[in-house]
């Protein structure tokens, strides 16, 4: 493939390499008020958040699995990014690829259209469902609760934000089996224009756990910290800072060898959070205490 091949969201080009990608569950889906759009996905494979999970802002959420095609990700969003029918999309996919009885494929497009393909030689239990906004789908699986958890789950959790719904539906499946091989990486991505570090990237969260006996509560660990490093606390919220807050916050700078509260922050990377001195986000405050104390 030349240098002039789809990317995905970290820049890669697909290489046309298939990976046996076994024991692997996963979801695509969209928030389209929030303009976001993710995937969510757990294996019984090293670093599996490496091939299966590719987005774009505006466009839609693929994810390629079971002997999986990582052309599938890039090829399936330029797809979209036409205006592909997400049916067609699958068709075209597959009709050309010698190995499609033996893949998985889920995809979301830009206006919550969804649709699921399991080849008839994907190892059992295989399957998946597909429903307003998301694709849920699963290979070498204990049974196919694990896919109708993933479906389910979303489906009763839509006042959540998208990050929040995909972990719940991960957890739901493992829950309700998981995979038939157990459990080694899981990874979490979520895009959305310009609502990534800074404003200046559309990757708004991008987690992998490549490694770990429980995947899936390391994956919570990190997204923990995730939220706590880039979350945005509404502004109407924030802490108005008065003469007794002001010393309490000079204080404790001077405690930890700090004397400007933003150069503090930048080096407890929660620069994000800070914008003067007038107002102090509650998370700010809460880490500036907790280092003091």
């Not at 089996?177 to 895009?191: E, Y």
């Not at 400007?260 to 986000?281: F, H, P, Q, S, Y």
Request: proline fraction near 4%; charged fraction near 25%.
């Amino acid at each position: 493939m030349s240098d002039t091949a789809p990317r995905n969201h970290r820049g890669f080009r697909s290489l046309g390499v298939s990976f046996r990608i076994v024991a692997t569950y996963s979801i695509c889906a969209c928030d389209l008020e929030a303009a976001q759009w993710g995937v969510a996905v757990q294996s019984k494979f090293l670093a599996v958040g490496s091939v299966v999970p590719w987005a774009e802002p505006f466009v839609g959420a693929i994810a390629t699995q079971a002997w999986a095609n990582p052309r599938y990700g890039p090829d399936g969003l330029a797809l979209l990014r036409e205006g592909t029918p997400v049916e067609d999309v699958v068709t075209r996919l597959t009709s050309t690829d010698d190995g499609r009885a033996e893949r998985q494929l889920g995809l979301v497009d830009a206006a919550g259209r969804a649709a699921t393909y399991t080849g008839n030689e994907c190892q059992e239990w295989a399957g998946g469902r597909a429903g307003e906004g998301y694709a849920a789908q699963g290979n070498i699986l204990v049974a196919g609760e694990t896919v109708d958890a993933l479906a389910e789950t979303f489906e009763s959790t839509a006042r959540k934000p998208l990050a929040k719904r995909l972990l719940d539906c991960l957890d739901a499946a493992q829950a309700a089996g998981g995979d038939r091989r157990g459990q080694q990486s899981s990874s979490l991505l979520i895009v959305g224009s310009e609502q990534g570090y800074a404003g200046l990237s559309d990757v708004a969260v991008d987690l992998r756990v490549d490694d770990h006996p429980r995947p899936l509560e390391e994956l919570r660990r990190l997204f923990s910290i995730h939220e706590r490093l880039y979350g945005k606390t509404p502004r109407p919220k924030w802490i108005e800072v008065d003469d007794g807050l002001r010393k309490e916050i000079e204080d404790r700078l001077a405690v930890l060898g700090f004397d400007r509260l933003e150069d503090w922050a930048g080096e407890a990377n929660l620069e994000e959070r800070v914008d003067g001195m007038n107002a102090i986000d509650p998370v700010v405050l809460v880490e500036l205490r907790n280092r003091s104390a």
